[in-house]
């Protein structure tokens, strides 16, 4: 038995975890070894340490042995360091007193031999044991809430997060790259699986959006600059110059009519057409002003021309405007910034962007849709012909690891499914064929659509991915086969249309980077626990909804975004919420003044106290992130129950 | 007159001999000397797909030495079957020294040992990246006068993705050299699809069947002879229309040139008699003037 | 006929043997088909380069190794060029050959072939078809 030399009394839980621990960790020798040491008032393992009698047993030993140090050898702190701090804090004993030793994770799991697996487990605990013999008693830092969310991206996600926070009562700072709001759902012409006009559900939305007293819209603008934390963002949006006055601006478009410059491909309807330099993206925009597309103005480009700035009657126009400037502070982030699909020149295999008749959904949903450019007449971009026979090939892009993305894009399934049918309903004696791998259709009248469209639509669905999408006369031949039936297959079709992967916004990195959050190998965000916590990132304080997470239809953003409206508001609704006090600390008497610690803070925690010429930390600012404390050259800055000496007999432990 | 080593295959001195005087004639017009290997063997003709079979790697190693040799690190190939053997073994020698250090000690009476070192060239990527096709239109003494081509690339210049030369799915250096030479191009669908290769050797039908479907969709974009870059497709394209025409009466020939033959032509070399006795269908008769 | 399979004729020595030769794993194919749509000489095939994988991946190595789909395979790579799982079905193709090859069973017969007819031909297609006799 060791000496006891200092007043601790630890005691030590080893959890069973069912037999994910148990098998490979002797959990009875845990046991046995640590009450070797005299420091050790009390240890015992026990089947699962986080349920109700598990955490009870720990309860009554802190009462019991009056522990003043807790460690739980058990999972990942990720988990349960939470749920075993709050038992410490309800027990009597301070929660930074209690540290977890995670023998699952980092042993049990990835060991098999038994012998080794203990040995390895009791070092874990041991390293951990040092670390509590000097922890001290903390307590979290206060800090008040902004009561104000910030939602970034307002595509249908984005709008709702925004509204049912405004509902709430709470203000909300909406911010959209684009000209206007809307998003994709814009653009699409019915929707499955009811077939009602997708316009005709979104636009009353989109004006309650603009209508709403507590939502403060910025249009064309972006996020600039991101500070602070959870509670307390300090944001910086850029709104882009769009070269009007929105407050004299009517809407009256006849700037858009008068501008000669035509040749803009028009976003929108996804370059089928082209649009004036000065635009509206459609007619139900919101807001209903202008924007002049730099690019392709004559003015900007020549100095010429200026015929908006004639023609307009509040003379709205202001060549001269620049990008301003706005700060705002919020205490919550709903991040909603949608999808793209996968570009026009990839697939070289189907001649995309190569062939005119050869579009992806979303020009399709354009030519379907009664706002597009053909006033809902299908028909195709080379020669304006309706054409009447009609290819869908889904998975195009996706569930290819080999050439392009490795997921599924999960929607294609039953806009492909939903393209067919509409398209049969706008022309009756058109034949379509859908080519599908595996037909995903889960969800509430999901799979009742397809069996629709292939019983009562006479859609023909033919099993396999094509090969190859060639020109022949003013037909699209499609390669394919059919592994059902066995057969090779050629249809000599007059449209074809990709159901191309989904894929992140176009521009989204840079956005993540301001933010510091994270995204998966594709670029979709990241979610906190993909079961338990998926509309929060792993920021605290900022969430996420809609397809910038992944690929889903609108449904499923739709409640994302009120689940992750919810977890804002949680935020909002309190006055105070409590920063992890494992802050960085000065020694004053070590501390030069030397300002080193100053460049190296990432959030600007660290300041100098002009009077002691020292260097001070902010601790609501700091985040315990330790860049300070190593940067520092006289050892002065140390982290709160990080301390080197803390360290130093850590490692000693695991050396010995 | 710069020099460039040459490695021929077997099939250039035998049914494509006029491959390889034409390529040999029009490079000497840019003052280039292709100057062949003074020992070589046959490649193998095929990449050893087998991962267990790296014997059949020694072939167009060997040949890889023959190239060190004569004091040079590239190797110009035409035929398209020994750039892809060549290329290939070389690319699985130099990505796994085990491999290499295998074939090093099975060939360990050859002089030199090899270090994958050597870069394998096909004259058509030569033409566009180094002589470059404006050049090659600047030297036009007899263009081809818009006659209408088709591109066949086959298999082997463009597949698997390590070696290609081109576009897998779109390519156009063919056509690009064609529109040089004055002449016109015509896409179809088979231009990079198979000729049925080897197949014509056992399976003639198989070829016979690929030589109808390419050739009639040459012809029904309005093509009147086919451009190749491997003896093997210009054999089973040109020698098994023969077959073609006995099988489907309604059958119509159509001539098949190697792409350098157009170049020699384009360059104002004369289109030899003993290059014409190696076709089967008449090449001459499309040339107007 | 119903055809009786069992994880143990799926798992066998020939499977083995298959992934060795030809470095690919059987059950990453996903049935796209996409191969068999490539394929230029599928017409000529008892069974399409997908269905050759699914053969194989339920045990059915027998019906694959007697059928001709591997001997009409032309080497050509479209299949290879555009499988999204990498596979490389040309290299499947050639590993049934060479499982047939080592146990000399050739598809192409010499004798059978017209001496003319055999002078004729180009070098490389002679030798491609029967270097893999010497495999
Ligand atoms: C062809 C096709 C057909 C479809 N049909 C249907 C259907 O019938 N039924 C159905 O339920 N679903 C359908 N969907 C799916 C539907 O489009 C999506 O579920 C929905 O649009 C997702 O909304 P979102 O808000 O997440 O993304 P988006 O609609 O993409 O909105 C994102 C918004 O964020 C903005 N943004 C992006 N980056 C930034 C930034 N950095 N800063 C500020 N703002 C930014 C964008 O400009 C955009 O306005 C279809 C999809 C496709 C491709
Ligand atoms: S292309 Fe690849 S994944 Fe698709 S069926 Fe063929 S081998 Fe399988
Ligand atoms: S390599 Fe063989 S299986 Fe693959 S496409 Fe070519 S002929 Fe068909």
């Known amino acids: 038995m060791t000496e006891n030399k200092n007043d601790k009394k630890i005691g030590v839980f080893v959890c069973h975890c069912g037999i994910n621990i148990a098998s490979t960790v002797d959990v009875d020798k845990l046991v046995e070894e640590f009450s070797k040491y005299s420091d050790v008032s009390h240890t015992e393992n026990y089947k699962y340490m986080c349920s109700d009698p598990g955490q009870k047993l720990i309860s009554a030993a802190i009462k019991k042995h009056k522990l003043n140090g807790l460690v739980i050898a058990c999972c990942s702190p990720t988990l349960h360091e939470n749920t075993f701090r709050r038992l410490s804090e309800n027990s009597g004993l301070n929660a930074y007193l209690c540290e977890i030793a995670n023998i699952r994770e980092q042993c049990s799991w990835v060991h098999e031999d038994k012998t080794e697996g203990t040995k390895k487990a009791i070092k874990i605990v041991k390293t951990i044991v040092e670390k509590v013999r000097k922890n001290e008693s903390l307590t979290p830092v206060e800090v008040p809430v902004t009561k104000k969310a910030l939602v970034i991206g307002a595509g249908i996600a984005g709008m709702q997060a925004a509204l049912d926070i405004a509902d709430a009562g709470k203000k909300v700072i909406l911010v959209e790259k684009s000209p206007s709001i809307g998003g994709h759902m814009a653009q699409l012409s019915e929707t499955f699986p009811t077939l009602d006009c997708s316009q005709c559900i979104l636009t009353p939305k989109m004006v309650d959006v603009a209508q709403n007293p507590n939502i403060t819209l910025y249009t064309y603008s972006e996020i600039e600059d991101l500070e602070g934390c959870v509670g307390n963002f300090k944001v910086k949006i850029r709104k882009k110059a769009r070269y009007i006055d929105e407050e004299l601006c009517t809407g009256c478009g006849i700037c858009v009519n008068k501008c000669p410059s035509k040749k803009a491909l028009d976003e929108f309807n996804v370059e089928l057409t082209t649009r004036p330099a000065i635009y509206v993206p459609f007619p139900q925009a919101v807001p209903n002003i202008p924007v002049i597309d730099k690019e392709n103005c004559l003015f900007f480009q020549k100095d010429a021309c200026r015929i908006c700035e004639k023609v307009c009657g509040p003379k709205a126009i202001r060549f001269d405007q620049e990008d301003e400037f706005i700060e705002e502070e919020v205490g919550a982030i709903v991040v909603a910034t949608g999808y793209d699909l996968l570009p026009i020149t990839e697939m070289r295999e189907y001649g995309y962007g190569k062939y005119k008749d050869v579009i992806n959904g979303l020009q399709f949903e354009r030519l379907l849709s009664a706002s597009g450019p053909t006033e809902g007449e299908v028909r195709r971009p080379s020669d304006s012909k309706i054409p009447k026979d009609v290819v869908f090939i889904q998975c195009s892009g996706s569930r290819n690891p080999e050439y392009y993305k490795s997921y599924c894009s999960k929607i294609c399934c039953m806009y492909a499914s939903k393209h067919a049918m509409l398209y049969k309903h706008r022309v009756p004696d058109g034949h379509s064929y859908i080519f599908y791998i595996d037909i995903r259709s889960g969800g509430k009248g999901y799979e009742e659509f397809v069996q629709r469209a292939q019983e009562e639509e006479n859609v023909v669905y033919l099993r396999g991915r094509p090969a190859k999408v060639y020109q022949e006369g003013d037909k699209m031949v499609v390669w394919g086969v059919d592994t059902l039936s066995g057969q090779q297959i050629t249809i000599k079709a007059d449209l074809v249309v990709l159901a191309q992967a989904i894929i992140p916004r176009n521009g989204v990195e840079e956005l993540i980077k301001k933010l510091k959050i994270q995204t998966d190998e594709h670029g979709f965000l990241s979610e906190a626990h993909p079961k338990l916590r998926p509309v929060e990132t792993n920021t605290s304080g900022i969430f996420l909804a809609g397809c910038a997470q992944a690929p889903r239809d609108i449904p499923e953003t739709v409640a994302q975004a009120s689940g992750s409206a919810a977890k804002a508001l949680t935020l909002l609704s309190i006055d105070k919420i409590h920063h992890l006090p494992i802050v960085a600390t000065v020694d004053e008497d070590l501390c030069s003044g030397c300002e080193i610690c100053i460049g190296t803070c990432p959030y600007s925690a660290r300041e100098i106290d002009e009077e002691k010429k020292i260097a001070i930390v902010n601790e609501v600012l700091c985040e315990g992130c330790g860049s300070c404390v190593s940067a520092c050259p006289s050892s002065a800055s140390q982290q709160k129950n990080f301390t080197d000496g803390q360290f130093e007999e850590m490692i000693k432990a695991i050396l010995e | ?289 | 006929m119903q055809k009786e399979i069992s994880t143990k004729k799926i798992f066998s020595k020939l499977l083995e043997k298959f992934e060795t030769i030809s470095g690919e794993n059987t059950f990453n194919c996903y049935q796209c088909g996409c191969c068999s749509a490539a394929c230029p000489v599928a017409s000529e095939m008892d069974l399409l380069p997908s269905q050759v994988m699914r053969y194989i991946q339920i045990g059915l190595t027998d019906e694959v190794l007697n059928g001709n789909t591997m001997w009409i395979c032309a080497t050509c790579y479209a299949c290879q060029a555009r499988c999204p799982r990498g596979i490389d079905i040309a290299t499947v193709m050639e590993t049934l050959r060479q499982i047939k090859l080592r146990k000399n069973e050739d598809w192409t017969v010499l004798g059978k072939i017209d001496v003319d007819e055999l002078n004729k031909l180009p070098p490389i297609a002679l030798i491609s078809n029967l270097r893999k006799m010497t495999g």
């Open chain 2, 1 to 289: 007159m710069k020099k460039i080593a040459y490695y021929p295959g077997c099939t250039l001195k035998t049914t494509a001999a006029n491959f390889e005087e034409s390529a040999i004639e029009s490079m000497k017009k840019f003052d280039i000397e292709l100057e062949e290997l003074d020992r070589w063997n046959c490649c193998g003709t095929v990449f050893s797909l087998a991962t267990d079979d790296l014997m059949h790697h020694i072939a167009a190693i060997r040949n890889l030495i023959r190239v060190k040799e004569e004091k040079s690190n590239q190797v110009m190939t035409l035929c398209a079957m020994c750039y892809n053997t060549l290329k290939r073994s070389n690319q699985r020698v130099k990505s796994n020294q085990e491999d290499l250090d295998k074939i090093n000690d099975f060939m360990y009476k050859e002089d030199l040992n090899y270090n994958a070192d050597v870069d394998v060239l096909h004259l058509l990527p030569y033409l566009r990246d180094e002589i470059t096709f404006s050049k090659i239109a600047k030297r036009v003494k007899k263009s081809l006068n818009d006659i209408k081509f088709s591109a066949f690339y086959g298999c082997t210049l463009l597949r698997p993705k390590e070696i290609q030369i081109d576009d897998p799915f779109m390519p156009t250096i063919l056509e690009n050299l064609i529109t040089a030479l004055g002449g016109e191009t015509v896409e179809t669908p088979y231009a990079i699809e198979c000729c049925g290769a080897y197949q014509t050797v056992n399976q003639v039908d198989v070829v016979v069947e690929r030589t109808k479907v390419i050739i009639d969709g040459a012809r029904n974009q309005g093509a009147e002879a086919i451009v190749t870059s491997c003896p093997l497709c210009a054999f089973n394209l040109d020698h098994r229309q023969k077959e073609t025409k006995k099988k489907y009466s309604k059958f119509i020939e159509m001539p098949v040139f190697y792409f350098t033959e157009l170049l020699a032509y384009g360059l104002g070399i004369e289109f030899k008699k003993e290059w014409k006795d190696l076709h089967y269908v008449d090449p001459l008769s499309i040339f107007k003037n």
